[in-house]
């Protein structure tokens, strides 16, 4: 657990006139980056969780020499993790789950003489255990597939995830390089995928692409992560 965020409630003003369940009137904020049990305390009634999968990889460079050492060279960017967004109340006394944050995919590994693709990222998982109803099942952030090998490559974003009782978003394709670059023409590197309903390349972000003549490792994505809302009766 990285951050821990805990607020009182004030029903009375701001954007929340009522309270969404009699009794509710504490918020904690719980943010996983790595794999985690929760288990959730006894004044917890109902959770909120957010899953972000990871990002992909994106494309390894070869080397070029001679004249083509001057020129200019692009790569496509790999996908973003999908994002989803479930809701579990508690219907018992022993309530929790099992939490999988989704690993940034790798670039892919240097060759000289030979293009290898980025690994996908990974899905962010939150599986509920104990007594509990509302989202059916493990909720699952997609992973962000990486790029393929090769200048033409991109990842594409994770799917959404099916299903009833919660909401889930697509991750955001990596674009793919533009211009044809060689000699004398210009070619630009294609940027890897946000995850929806974020900004910058803090979690989910599938990796850019490469650029330029010199070999060299891809770019690595930015690994997923899990958010829980507990909404507690003090």
Avoid at 54 to 82: C, K
Avoid at 83 to 111: A, L, P
Avoid at 156 to 179: I, L, P, R, Y
Wanted: charged share 15%; aromatic share 8%.
């Amino acid at each position: 657990i990285i951050k821990e965020k805990t607020m009182g409630i004030n029903f009375s003003s701001g954007s929340m006139s009522s309270p969404p369940d009699p009794g509710v009137n504490q918020q904690i904020i719980r943010k996983y980056t790595s794999n985690a049990t929760y288990s959730a305390h006894s004044t917890v009634k109902y959770i909120q969780v957010h899953c972000i999968g990871g990002g992909g990889g994106s494309s390894s460079a070869t080397s070029l020499s001679g004249e083509e050492s001057q020129d200019s060279r692009g790569f496509g960017g790999a996908g973003a993790g999908a994002y989803s967004i479930g809701t579990y109340t508690r219907t018992g006394g022993s309530f929790g789950g099992n939490i999988v944050v989704g690993g940034g995919g790798e670039g892919g590994q240097d060759e000289e003489n030979t293009f290898f693709g980025g690994s996908n990222g990974g899905d962010s998982k939150f599986q509920p255990t104990g007594s509990y109803s509302g989202t059916e099942g493990t909720l699952i952030g997609e992973r962000g597939q990486g790029a393929s090998a090769g200048t033409q490559s991109f990842g594409e974003g994770g799917e959404v995830q099916s299903g009833t009782q919660f909401v889930s978003f697509a991750g955001e394709d990596g674009e793919t390089k533009t211009g044809s670059g060689g000699e004398h023409l210009e070619a630009t590197s294609g940027r890897g995928g946000h995850a929806p309903l974020t900004s910058g390349r803090t979690y989910g972000k599938g990796a850019d692409g490469r650029s330029g003549a010199e070999e060299g490792a891809g770019n690595d994505g930015t690994k997923g992560v899990v958010f829980i809302y507990e909404y507690r009766a003090s």
